[in-house]
């Protein structure tokens, strides 16, 4: 069973409309990342929390230790938000456990 | 805003053969990483390495891998007798300091490709 489990794996959507990406995890974590990985292969990245809630830009990120959940939240999507987007826990003091990462695409 | 930087950003070998891996942290970084992507998979952690040691490795670091810190400035993955199953986008990423609120930032990666 993978450690961190992404939904939904693929998402399409139009220009405009709120997004949300969900992440769950099974162990316990110091902190969880999310990364965006754009075609050309390179990562981003775009929080790290431990509790509560980040907000920069039109991003979102929360996360909830006891139900150990997190989501990532994209308002007003545009196509240049097209991208995979992953979730990365880190176990321990340093190594990170990513999940599959979720494709989305925006269309104009 | 300082970048992690990778060389190459492709590289092809033959199979077999030794292929060194290159990385610039971030100059104030103090901690450095290695994770590997083979297409159409998850990211996968491979090493991390703290004042010129390995702190923590995966069981896909075998014998085969090794790190090194040989100046001031570069972290580098070396991969000998290289496998076709090498295959894999290779990501350095540093950090500066261990845990706590310090975010991994990640290079834009090297495309190893194993013929």
């Known amino acids: 069973k993978n450690e961190v489990e992404q939904s939904p794996q693929n998402l399409t959507a139009q220009e405009g409309e709120f997004i949300t990406i969900n992440c769950s995890y099974s162990v316990g974590i110091s902190a969880l990342h999310w990364l965006q990985q754009h075609p050309g292969g390179g990562i981003v990245s775009l929080f790290m929390?431990?509790?509560g809630k980040k907000k920069h830009g039109r991003l979102i990120a929360t996360i909830n230790i006891q139900e150990k959940h997190s989501s990532l939240h994209i308002t007003a999507s545009h196509p240049r938000d097209s991208a995979v987007y992953i979730c990365a826990v880190r176990k321990g003091a340093q190594k990170l456990v990513f999940g599959q990462g979720t494709r989305l695409t925006i269309n104009p | 805003e300082p970048e992690v930087t990778q060389t190459p950003s492709h590289q092809v070998t033959q199979m077999g053969q030794e292929v060194i891996l290159r990385c610039v942290p971030i100059s104030n970084h103090l901690y450095f990483y290695w994770y590997r992507q083979i297409l159409g998979q998850k990211v996968e952690f491979l090493v991390s390495?703290?004042?010129?040691?390995?702190?923590?490795k995966s069981e896909i670091f075998d014998d085969q891998f090794s790190v090194e810190r040989p100046d001031g400035s570069n972290f580098t993955l070396k991969i000998r007798s290289t496998k076709l199953e090498d295959s894999a986008m290779y990501f350095c990423?540093?950090?500066?300091?261990?845990?706590?609120?310090?975010?991994?930032?990640f290079g834009d990666g090297t495309r190893l490709s194993i013929l």
């Open positions: 929390l431990s509790s």
């Open positions: 990423a540093s950090s500066e300091s261990r845990g706590g609120n310090q975010p991994q930032h």
């Open positions: 390495f703290y004042n010129n040691e390995i702190s923590e």
